[in-house]
């Protein structure tokens, strides 16, 4: 396993009350599983929408690449790389 750094924005920030957080993870699936431990029931429910796919509202970016949230368990984790989880957008 590799370690990653997965930096956390608004909405997950304040659930674990942190900005950034390193785990081991194979997939980036494995790293967002994580976080969603982390955080226990309710941010695993804010996370995940049916089954065990990230909500269409969260955007992953793995060092600066835009990954499919529906594949996120075929993209293998490097040593030291960076996932963001960006929150739902929101605007008036």
Same mark, same amino acid.
């Given at each position: 396993?590799?370690?990653?750094?997965? %930096?956390?924005? !608004? !909405?997950?920030? +304040?659930? +674990?009350? %942190?900005?950034?957080?390193?785990? @081991?993870?194979? /997939?980036?699936?494995? #790293?967002? %599983?994580? &976080?969603? @431990?982390?955080?226990?029931? @309710? /941010? #695993?429910?804010?996370?995940?929408?049916?089954?065990?796919?990230?909500?269409?509202? *969260? +955007? +992953?970016?793995?060092?600066?690449? &835009?990954?499919?949230?529906?594949?996120?368990?075929?993209?293998? &984790? %490097? @040593?030291?790389?960076?996932?963001? &989880? *960006?929150?739902?957008?929101?605007?008036?």
């Amino acid at each position: 396993m590799a370690q990653v750094l997965v %930096k956390l924005y !608004t !909405t997950l920030r +304040l659930r +674990l009350g %942190k900005a950034q957080v390193w785990v @081991e993870a194979r /997939t980036a699936a494995d #790293a967002v %599983k994580r &976080i969603a @431990e982390q955080g226990g029931p @309710e /941010t #695993a429910k804010a996370l995940y929408g049916d089954g065990q796919v990230v909500r269409n509202e *969260f +955007l +992953l970016a793995l060092d600066s690449d &835009i990954l499919d949230r529906q594949a996120l368990d075929q993209v293998a &984790i %490097k @040593e030291g790389s960076v996932l963001h &989880i *960006f929150p739902p957008i929101s605007g008036g």
